[in-house]
């Protein structure tokens, strides 16, 4: 087969007009082959003839889209050293941008059991291996637009690309679970009619089935196990495999734009599937592991790891920040992506082990173009070390200190109305010192790990024994309340309490400062019957159940998201404060109408709070206000509890509540309300 020399950039395998260019980087490696597969698995291959700068490449003239290949790097092989080359072991190219088939587990995955190279079948681990695709990028955008939604507009939706149409009765079978399933009219209907303004998916990178699940007849759900940061995942298109994939999720994304709605990629750089120094070896490890990963000072037959999955990549080195960076930026180029939550984002700042806000990774997000108008999540942890408030101005964070102190404080905990407060009106301990804004919280109750909202307020501890681990895994800790039984009851009292939990759990989150992330199905009551790591249940525990509707709840949430949407006190885009001279634009009140004074914060037993906001004088993104004052009544206590409407002109009247009391007639100042136990009430003044 004809080979020229081709060009070093860009990595991967690039159509052009003059045929494919293939660029791998490695600087471990004496030769590179490109292997080209036909229909029926015949292997042909070739070596790249140049290499510049680490870069090996080479021009393939009769090769276009649609056809498979893979790699075979020649090279030192000393896994004690850290060194695995073996040209006997077909890898993936780290920048293919569709992969086609599965893993087939068995020895000739994993490369580290052979002392000798050579002893690897070479016919048996390109049998056992997927293939990369040399994709079509054709595809025609017509006027997709970015809705770019400002941060304190936004409301986040967390989802699942399979779990949320697989169960649908509207969404034909033939594409229920895929991308084209979640671009369904009756999916994007219901976002759409909810109001949120972004789907957060969970990762679609292609990843790997691990054998450990597949031996017990489970399947990783979730999908942190990423192999190739290009590719989205072949197991959710209903067009077919062999490239069709990517054709499909631009379908999807250019449908999601059309209905208003951001895709937000919950992307995995930290680690990938290829484990510690037993795991298989699919990509990176037989390409350049030095460089890509980070291995044990000392001992380099090992791998540092604070990802808890045996790896983590190498952010110190430019190869693998080059990997990540031009992941990123294709994904917004190419695929139209609006944002990203990065998975165990402190895990990208750790360039020489300890945690660095001036790390490379983050320099090179600021100051990326192509970036700078798209949105950044971290999730500010990982195995050894927990970061909320430390990353920069240009970024948004998973609140974790939300979450916990919004759980306790509801469920009766003593001592958390101060924290509670801090927590309901944007984190201000957390961002504010450093000058950032409330938009720098991304709020949130429930996530995909963990509990669902229906499970906890229905469960004390978790119920994983489907996962096989003997109830070992997932959290512990839970700061979950059952309300009185442990699962289900038919205990009407029970239920009724569950119900206005639930209530006051996703109203708290969509009444306070900071951008609120949904975990997607908690609208619609979804329970996972007390399983808090249904990672491995790709099945009916975590698929949407659209049969069973709590139909309360899911007119709750839309009231509650429009009202944030309509009242711009309720989303600040900079914290609360009195002007000089002006009315102050928040006020905090203890039940009797008098301001809350510092003694009233450290009061142990104290579980009610009230919150007046003036609209008049928050402006929104788009400059707009919205000339009303609202009252917020927290009552986190066991018992009904009065409240005296503070000082003020005109009636005040109740816009939502979290429990169905008689109608209340409009209220004046020094007016006294029954807020029943355990309930949230917010009232509109337009005086």
Request: glycine share 10%; hydrophobic share 40%.
């Given at each position: 087969?004809?080979?020229?020399?081709?060009?070093?950039?860009?990595?991967?395998?690039?159509?052009?007009?003059?045929?494919?260019?293939?660029?791998?980087?490695?600087?471990?490696?004496?030769?590179?082959?490109?292997?080209?597969?036909?229909?029926?698995?015949?292997?042909?291959?070739?070596?790249?003839?140049?290499?510049?700068?680490?870069?090996?490449?080479?021009?393939?003239?009769?090769?276009?889209?649609?056809?498979?290949?893979?790699?075979?790097?020649?090279?030192?092989?000393?896994?004690?050293?850290?060194?695995?080359c073996n040209p006997a072991k077909l890898l993936l190219d780290p920048h293919a941008t569709a992969v086609h088939g599965e893993v087939q587990w068995?020895?000739?995955?994993?490369?580290?059991?052979?002392?000798?190279?050579?002893?690897?079948?070479?016919?048996?681990?390109?049998?056992?291996?997927?293939?990369?695709?040399?994709?079509?990028?054709?595809?025609?955008?017509?006027?997709?637009?970015?809705?770019?939604?400002?941060?304190?507009?936004?409301?986040?939706?967390?989802?699942?690309?399979?779990?949320?149409?697989?169960?649908?009765?509207?969404?034909?079978?033939?594409?229920?679970?895929?991308?084209?399933?979640?671009?369904?009219?009756?999916?994007?209907?219901?976002?759409?009619?909810?109001?949120?303004?972004?789907?957060?998916?969970?990762?679609?990178?292609?990843?790997?089935?691990?054998?450990?699940?597949?031996?017990?007849?489970?399947?990783?759900?979730?999908?942190?196990?990423?192999?190739?940061?290009?590719?989205?995942?072949?197991?959710?298109?209903?067009?077919?495999?062999?490239?069709?994939?990517?054709?499909?999720?631009?379908?999807?994304?250019?449908?999601?734009?059309?209905?208003?709605?951001?895709?937000?990629?919950?992307?995995?750089?930290?680690?990938?599937?290829?484990?510690?120094?037993?795991?298989?070896?699919?990509?990176?490890?037989?390409?350049?592991?030095?460089?890509?990963?980070?291995?044990?000072?000392?001992?380099?037959?090992?791998?540092?790891?604070?990802?808890?999955?045996?790896?983590?990549?190498?952010?110190?080195?430019?190869?693998?920040?080059?990997?990540?960076?031009?992941?990123?930026?294709?994904?917004?180029?190419?695929?139209?992506?609006?944002?990203?939550?990065?998975?165990?984002?402190?895990?990208?700042?750790?360039?020489?082990?300890?945690?660095?806000?001036?790390?490379?990774?983050?320099?090179?997000?600021?100051?990326?173009?192509?970036?700078?108008?798209?949105?950044?999540?971290?999730?500010?942890?990982?195995?050894?070390?927990?970061?909320?408030?430390?990353?920069?101005?240009?970024?948004?964070?998973?609140?974790?200190?939300?979450?916990?102190?919004?759980?306790?404080?509801?469920?009766?905990?003593?001592?958390?109305?101060?924290?509670?407060?801090?927590?309901?009106?944007?984190?201000?301990?957390?961002?504010?010192?450093?000058?950032?804004?409330?938009?720098?919280?991304?709020?949130?109750?429930?996530?995909?790990?963990?509990?669902?909202?229906?499970?906890?307020?229905?469960?004390?501890?978790?119920?994983?024994?489907?996962n096989g681990e003997g109830n070992k895994d997932g959290e512990s800790d839970n700061r979950s309340w059952n309300c009185g039984a442990e699962g289900?009851?038919?205990?009407?009292?029970?239920?009724?309490?569950?119900?206005?939990?639930?209530?006051?759990?996703?109203?708290?989150?969509?009444?306070?400062?900071?951008?609120?992330?949904?975990?997607?199905?908690?609208?619609?009551?979804?329970?996972?019957?007390?399983?808090?790591n249904a990672y491995c249940q790709d099945n009916e525990l975590s698929w949407y159940d659209w049969d069973n509707v709590d139909d309360d709840l899911?007119?709750?949430?839309?009231?509650?998201?429009?009202?944030?949407?309509?009242?711009?006190?309720?989303?600040?885009?900079?914290?609360?404060?009195?002007?000089?001279?002006?009315?102050?634009?928040?006020?905090?009140?203890?039940?009797?109408?008098?301001?809350?004074?510092?003694?009233?914060?450290?009061?142990?037993?104290?579980?009610?709070?009230?919150?007046?906001?003036?609209?008049?004088?928050?402006?929104?993104?788009?400059?707009?206000?919205?000339?009303?004052?609202?009252?917020?009544?927290?009552?986190?206590?066991?018992?009904?509890?009065?409240?005296?409407?503070?000082?003020?002109?005109?009636?005040?009247?109740?816009?939502?509540?979290?429990?169905?009391?008689?109608?209340?007639?409009?209220?004046?100042?020094?007016?006294?309300?029954?807020?029943?136990?355990?309930?949230?009430?917010?009232?509109?003044?337009?005086?």
């Amino acid at each position: 087969m004809t080979i020229t020399a081709g060009a070093p950039y860009p990595l991967g395998a690039t159509p052009t007009p003059e045929g494919t260019n293939i660029a791998i980087s490695s600087e471990i490696a004496d030769a590179v082959e490109i292997c080209l597969f036909d229909p029926d698995g015949t292997e042909r291959r070739v070596e790249l003839p140049e290499r510049t700068a680490h870069v090996f490449h080479g021009l393939l003239p009769d090769v276009g889209p649609g056809q498979l290949y893979g790699l075979r790097v020649h090279g030192p092989w000393d896994p004690a050293a850290g060194l695995r080359c073996n040209p006997a072991k077909l890898l993936l190219d780290p920048h293919a941008t569709a992969v086609h088939g599965e893993v087939q587990w068995g020895e000739s995955v994993f490369g580290h059991r052979f002392d000798d190279p050579s002893a690897l079948n070479s016919e048996d681990s390109a049998a056992a291996m997927p293939k990369c695709v040399l994709a079509d990028r054709s595809f025609d955008w017509g006027a997709d637009a970015a809705p770019r939604v400002p941060l304190d507009c936004s409301v986040i939706y967390e989802t699942h690309v399979k779990g949320i149409s697989t169960r649908h009765p509207d969404v034909p079978k033939e594409i229920a679970g895929t991308y084209a399933g979640l671009a369904h009219p009756a999916i994007t209907g219901h976002l759409t009619d909810l109001g949120v303004t972004a789907v957060e998916l969970l990762p679609v990178h292609q990843f790997v089935q691990d054998s450990h699940l597949l031996e017990q007849g489970l399947r990783n759900y979730w999908g942190y196990n990423s192999i190739a940061f290009l590719a989205p995942h072949e197991g959710y298109s209903s067009a077919g495999t062999a490239g069709a994939q990517v054709a499909e999720f631009k379908t999807m994304v250019k449908a999601l734009h059309a209905a208003g709605l951001e895709v937000i990629l919950d992307v995995v750089y930290n680690h990938t599937a290829e484990g510690n120094h037993l795991g298989p070896t699919l990509s990176l490890k037989g390409i350049d592991n030095p460089s890509y990963y980070r291995l044990v000072d000392g001992d380099r037959g090992h791998y540092f790891d604070t990802t808890g999955t045996g790896n983590s990549v190498n952010v110190g080195h430019p190869v693998a920040l080059r990997l990540i960076m031009d992941s990123l930026r294709y994904w917004v180029t190419e695929m139209h992506i609006d944002g990203f939550r990065f998975d165990l984002a402190t895990a990208l700042t750790r360039q020489t082990g300890q945690q660095d806000i001036h790390s490379a990774f983050l320099d090179l997000v600021a100051q990326d173009p192509v970036l700078a108008p798209v949105k950044m999540i971290a999730e500010p942890w990982d195995t050894a070390g927990y970061q909320v408030g430390g990353f920069p101005a240009r970024w948004s964070e998973w609140n974790g200190k939300y979450r916990d102190s919004v759980r306790d404080f509801w469920r009766g905990a003593e001592g958390e109305l101060g924290e509670f407060g801090l927590r309901l009106t944007g984190s201000g301990d957390i961002y504010s010192s450093d000058r950032r804004t409330p938009t720098a919280s991304v709020n949130f109750i429930t996530a995909h790990d963990g509990f669902t909202l229906a499970d906890l307020t229905a469960y004390d501890g978790k119920h994983n024994d489907a996962n096989g681990e003997g109830n070992k895994d997932g959290e512990s800790d839970n700061r979950s309340w059952n309300c009185g039984a442990e699962g289900p009851t038919e205990d009407a009292g029970i239920l009724e309490l569950r119900a206005r939990m639930r209530r006051n759990l996703l109203g708290t989150l969509l009444l306070s400062a900071g951008v609120p992330m949904i975990l997607g199905g908690d609208e619609l009551g979804r329970t996972q019957q007390g399983n808090n790591n249904a990672y491995c249940q790709d099945n009916e525990l975590s698929w949407y159940d659209w049969d069973n509707v709590d139909d309360d709840l899911l007119a709750f949430v839309r009231t509650a998201i429009a009202l944030r949407r309509e009242h711009p006190a309720l989303r600040p885009r900079e914290y609360l404060r009195g002007p000089e001279g002006g009315p102050a634009q928040m006020v905090l009140y203890r039940p009797d109408g008098a301001r809350m004074a510092a003694a009233d914060w450290s009061n142990p037993i104290a579980k009610t709070l009230a919150v007046a906001l003036d609209g008049r004088q928050i402006e929104d993104a788009e400059g707009d206000t919205s000339g009303e004052r609202l009252l917020l009544l927290v009552n986190a206590y066991w018992e009904p509890v009065d409240f005296t409407v503070p000082a003020g002109r005109g009636s005040w009247t109740v816009v939502l509540t979290t429990h169905s009391p008689d109608p209340i007639a409009p209220l004046a100042a020094g007016d006294v309300v029954a807020v029943r136990d355990r309930s949230l009430l917010l009232l509109q003044n337009s005086g």
